[in-house]
């Protein structure tokens, strides 16, 4: 992933954390070898961060 083009580059988690409301993913799915796998890896990556205890209470809506 460049991070040429683009403001913020990190794992859905880390965005999370850091107090994002929407997180637009593309590039990680469409470009990948195996999709699939790769959309496995983001949702454990959300999931984890939202069962995190710094997470815990902040009401995050996920639509996926």
Known sequence: ??????????????????????????????ASRDPAKNLEKITDQILSSLNSEKDKGKGKNIIL
């Open 1 to 30: 992933l460049s991070k040429d083009d683009q403001k913020r580059v990190g794992d859905p988690g880390e965005a999370l954390r850091d107090g994002a409301d929407f997180l637009v993913l593309g590039r990680p799915i469409t």
